[in-house]
């Protein structure tokens, strides 16, 4: 039923589009000012948010706007943003020069219908994709027969070359790497314990049932397994170490279901504070646990230590991109597992091993802070 929903809010939208384009394209010519839409997914400050206040910031010359997808007041940004579905969206979005986004299954922008809507009503508008996480699979939704991306940025060479085999042109893909990686630590001085992030990523086959059924699971049993560990909860009051446990945000309508009355687990159910955004959150952290999610390029970008807790078998049936998955992480399939892996890191004071960082090191292109400086120049030349 949701799904239904989504979709059908998205053919609306794309009827509405094609309508305004065809009234009001014409202004886009009167325009003095280069027009940048800038949109994430929802509830996330991403990759598009960090090149947006980049813009805003250094390109005088450019009208930047962004979409804000949060729900009333919760939130405020800096600069021109406009609610979703709002006649500015309609407004900037159709007079815009470029469209940058950040996540790959928008329905409006992956699918037929956006193929045809961008030939026939907007060929003067081009299309930047600025990816959400690194592309460790073959996604079908970024084949290039299913969009029409002028601009798709890339995070290392090896990506680039996984990429191309989706029918993309070499002049297509520039590798810039995540805007949001330029974004410094809080300095906090009082900080006197360790975070751990507990990031599993969704599951494709779950994501539709009712709390009954989803309480069944093996992800939720195996989730509750593990915060409820008795060994874990006594690790963390030794060691004084905090562990965040972050509901995938497609899973977010089954948040009430996990509980856990330990004062070093803290359960994330509000994506809309500042304080939850990922970015940050990553950024911030001492350390991660997660399954197949590609967060972990963020935290081995930082040299951060990280676990790969594979409770369970790979939920899609697209081509994993191996070679990226045997480089960084230890591998667990159970609890015992995971806590002699976190075992090791705490050992460690939390530094990533050199034996993954040497192939950190060598596998990403760039640690330099300036993802966002090639990308607005990757943007300009479009």
């Known amino acids: 039923m949701y799904l239904r929903k989504e979709k059908g809010k998205a053919l609306l939208s794309q009827m509405l589009l094609a309508i305004f384009s065809i009234i009001f394209k014409p202004f886009f010519f009167l325009s003095k000012k280069e027009i940048r839409f800038f949109e994430d997914r929802k509830y996330w400050i991403d990759n598009a948010y960090f090149q947006y206040l980049y813009t805003l910031e250094h390109r005088k010359d450019i009208c930047c706007v962004y979409l804000n997808q949060f729900e009333g007041k919760q939130r405020t940004f800096p600069g021109t943003c406009v609610k979703k579905y709002s006649f500015l969206h309609l407004w900037y979005f159709i007079h815009a020069n470029k469209l940058i986004f950040s996540y790959d299954t928008e ?37 290039k027969s299913n969009t029409e991306f002028d601009l798709f940025i890339c995070c290392s060479e090896q990506e680039k070359e996984f990429i191309k085999k989706w029918s993309w042109y070499d002049k297509e893909l520039k590798v810039c790497w995540l805007a949001r990686l330029d974004i410094p630590a809080d300095i906090n001085t009082t900080r006197s314990s360790k975070t751990i992030l507990f990031m599993p990523t969704w599951r494709i086959n779950i994501g539709e ?40 945000q497609k899973f977010y309508k089954y948040k009430d279901l996990f509980s856990n009355s330990n004062k070093y687990i803290t359960i994330i159910t509000n994506l809309q504070e500042r304080e939850n955004d990922i970015a940050y959150m990553i950024r911030n952290c001492d350390a991660l646990i997660t399954d197949f999610s590609s967060i972990l390029f963020d935290i081995w970008y930082f040299h951060k230590p990280s676990v790969y807790y594979q409770f369970e078998p790979y939920h899609y049936s697209w081509t994993l991109n191996i070679p990226f ?40 292109s760039f640690q330099d802070a300036n993802n966002r400086k090639r990308i607005d120049a990757e943007i300009s030349s479009v």
């Open 107 to 143: 329905p409006f922008y992956f699918n037929a219908t956006w193929v045809w809507f961008k030939r026939i009503l907007k060929p003067f508008t081009k299309l930047i994709f600025l990816q959400h996480w690194i592309i460790n699979a073959e996604i079908p939704t970024l084949r």
């Open 209 to 248: 049932l009712d709390s009954q059924q989803f309480m069944k699971t093996k992800y939720y049993k195996k989730i509750n397994e593990f915060l409820n560990h008795p060994p874990l909860q006594n690790m963390l009051e030794k060691y004084n170490i905090t562990i965040k446990y972050v509901i995938h």
């Open 325 to 364: 998955r045997k480089l960084f992480w230890p591998v667990t399939t159970s609890v015992h597992q995971t806590m002699n892996a976190l075992q090791t890191i705490i050992t460690n004071n939390f530094k990533m091993e050199s034996q993954y960082k040497d192939r950190v090191d060598e596998f990403f």
